[in-house]
């Protein structure tokens, strides 16, 4: 497995694949500069053959470009040993989750997505592709987030609430109000700062 992005995210990804016994074949990185990441080999060229890799870039934009960038790519699903996840809940391709996260039952999380450290998601919840649910995040049940919505560290999110897509939600927020797409929310509770309309 080739790990593409050759940073601190990516070091956690790899040990990740370290402890699941799954061979890392090295690191995928056009910064010129990276030459070696932990004790593996950073290259700046994709090889010219199938390989099995995951995106290992918490910039959801970034995701969603070489995700798109590089189809043809098997994209594997890394689950820490210590996550707990529901033996009812769908986790898609690309799919990063680390030690400590909590995903409970018929929660369905899409392609792309990294659930952080410690991050609890509660039943029912649909996390769309290319999300970024960080540490500490709670979620509560029948929440939505959108595609490419990065939910920043400590926030919370009471039951129902319906995020839309490529919203950035600031660090501490509380939600309590339904968001819409291109938003960005800071506060508790949490307050619409600013819309930006993408085209993503």
């Not at 990276?34 to 934009?61: C, F, Q, R, W």
């Not at 939505?144 to 995020?163: D, L, N, W, Y």
Request: a negative charge; charged letters at 15%; glycine letters at 12%.
């Amino acid at each position: 497995m080739y790990l593409y992005g050759a940073s601190g995210h990516g070091k956690v990804i790899a040990e990740i694949a370290e402890d699941k016994d799954i061979l890392i074949e090295g690191f995928i990185d056009k910064d010129q500069s990276k030459a070696k990441l932990l004790d593996y080999t950073v290259m700046h060229n994709v090889p010219n053959h199938y390989i099995e890799a995951i995106i290992s870039i918490g910039n959801n934009e970034v995701r969603k470009k070489i995700a798109s960038e590089y189809n043809s790519f098997q994209y594997l699903t890394l689950v820490h040993s210590r996550a707990i996840i529901s033996g009812r809940a769908s986790i898609g391709e690309g799919t990063v989750i680390m030690g400590g996260a909590t995903v409970n039952s018929e929660v369905s999380i899409g392609k792309h997505c990294i659930i952080n450290t410690n991050a609890s998601i509660d039943h029912d919840c649909i996390i769309e592709n290319f999300v970024h649910i960080s540490p500490n995040v709670a979620l509560a049940g029948n929440v939505v987030v959108g595609e490419g919505t990065h939910i920043g560290i400590g926030t919370s999110i009471i039951q129902g609430i319906k995020i839309g897509k490529w919203c950035t939600i600031g660090a501490g927020s509380v939600i309590i109000r339904d968001i819409p797409d291109g938003a960005t929310v800071v506060g508790n509770p949490g307050q619409i700062i600013k819309i930006s309309h993408q085209n993503n």
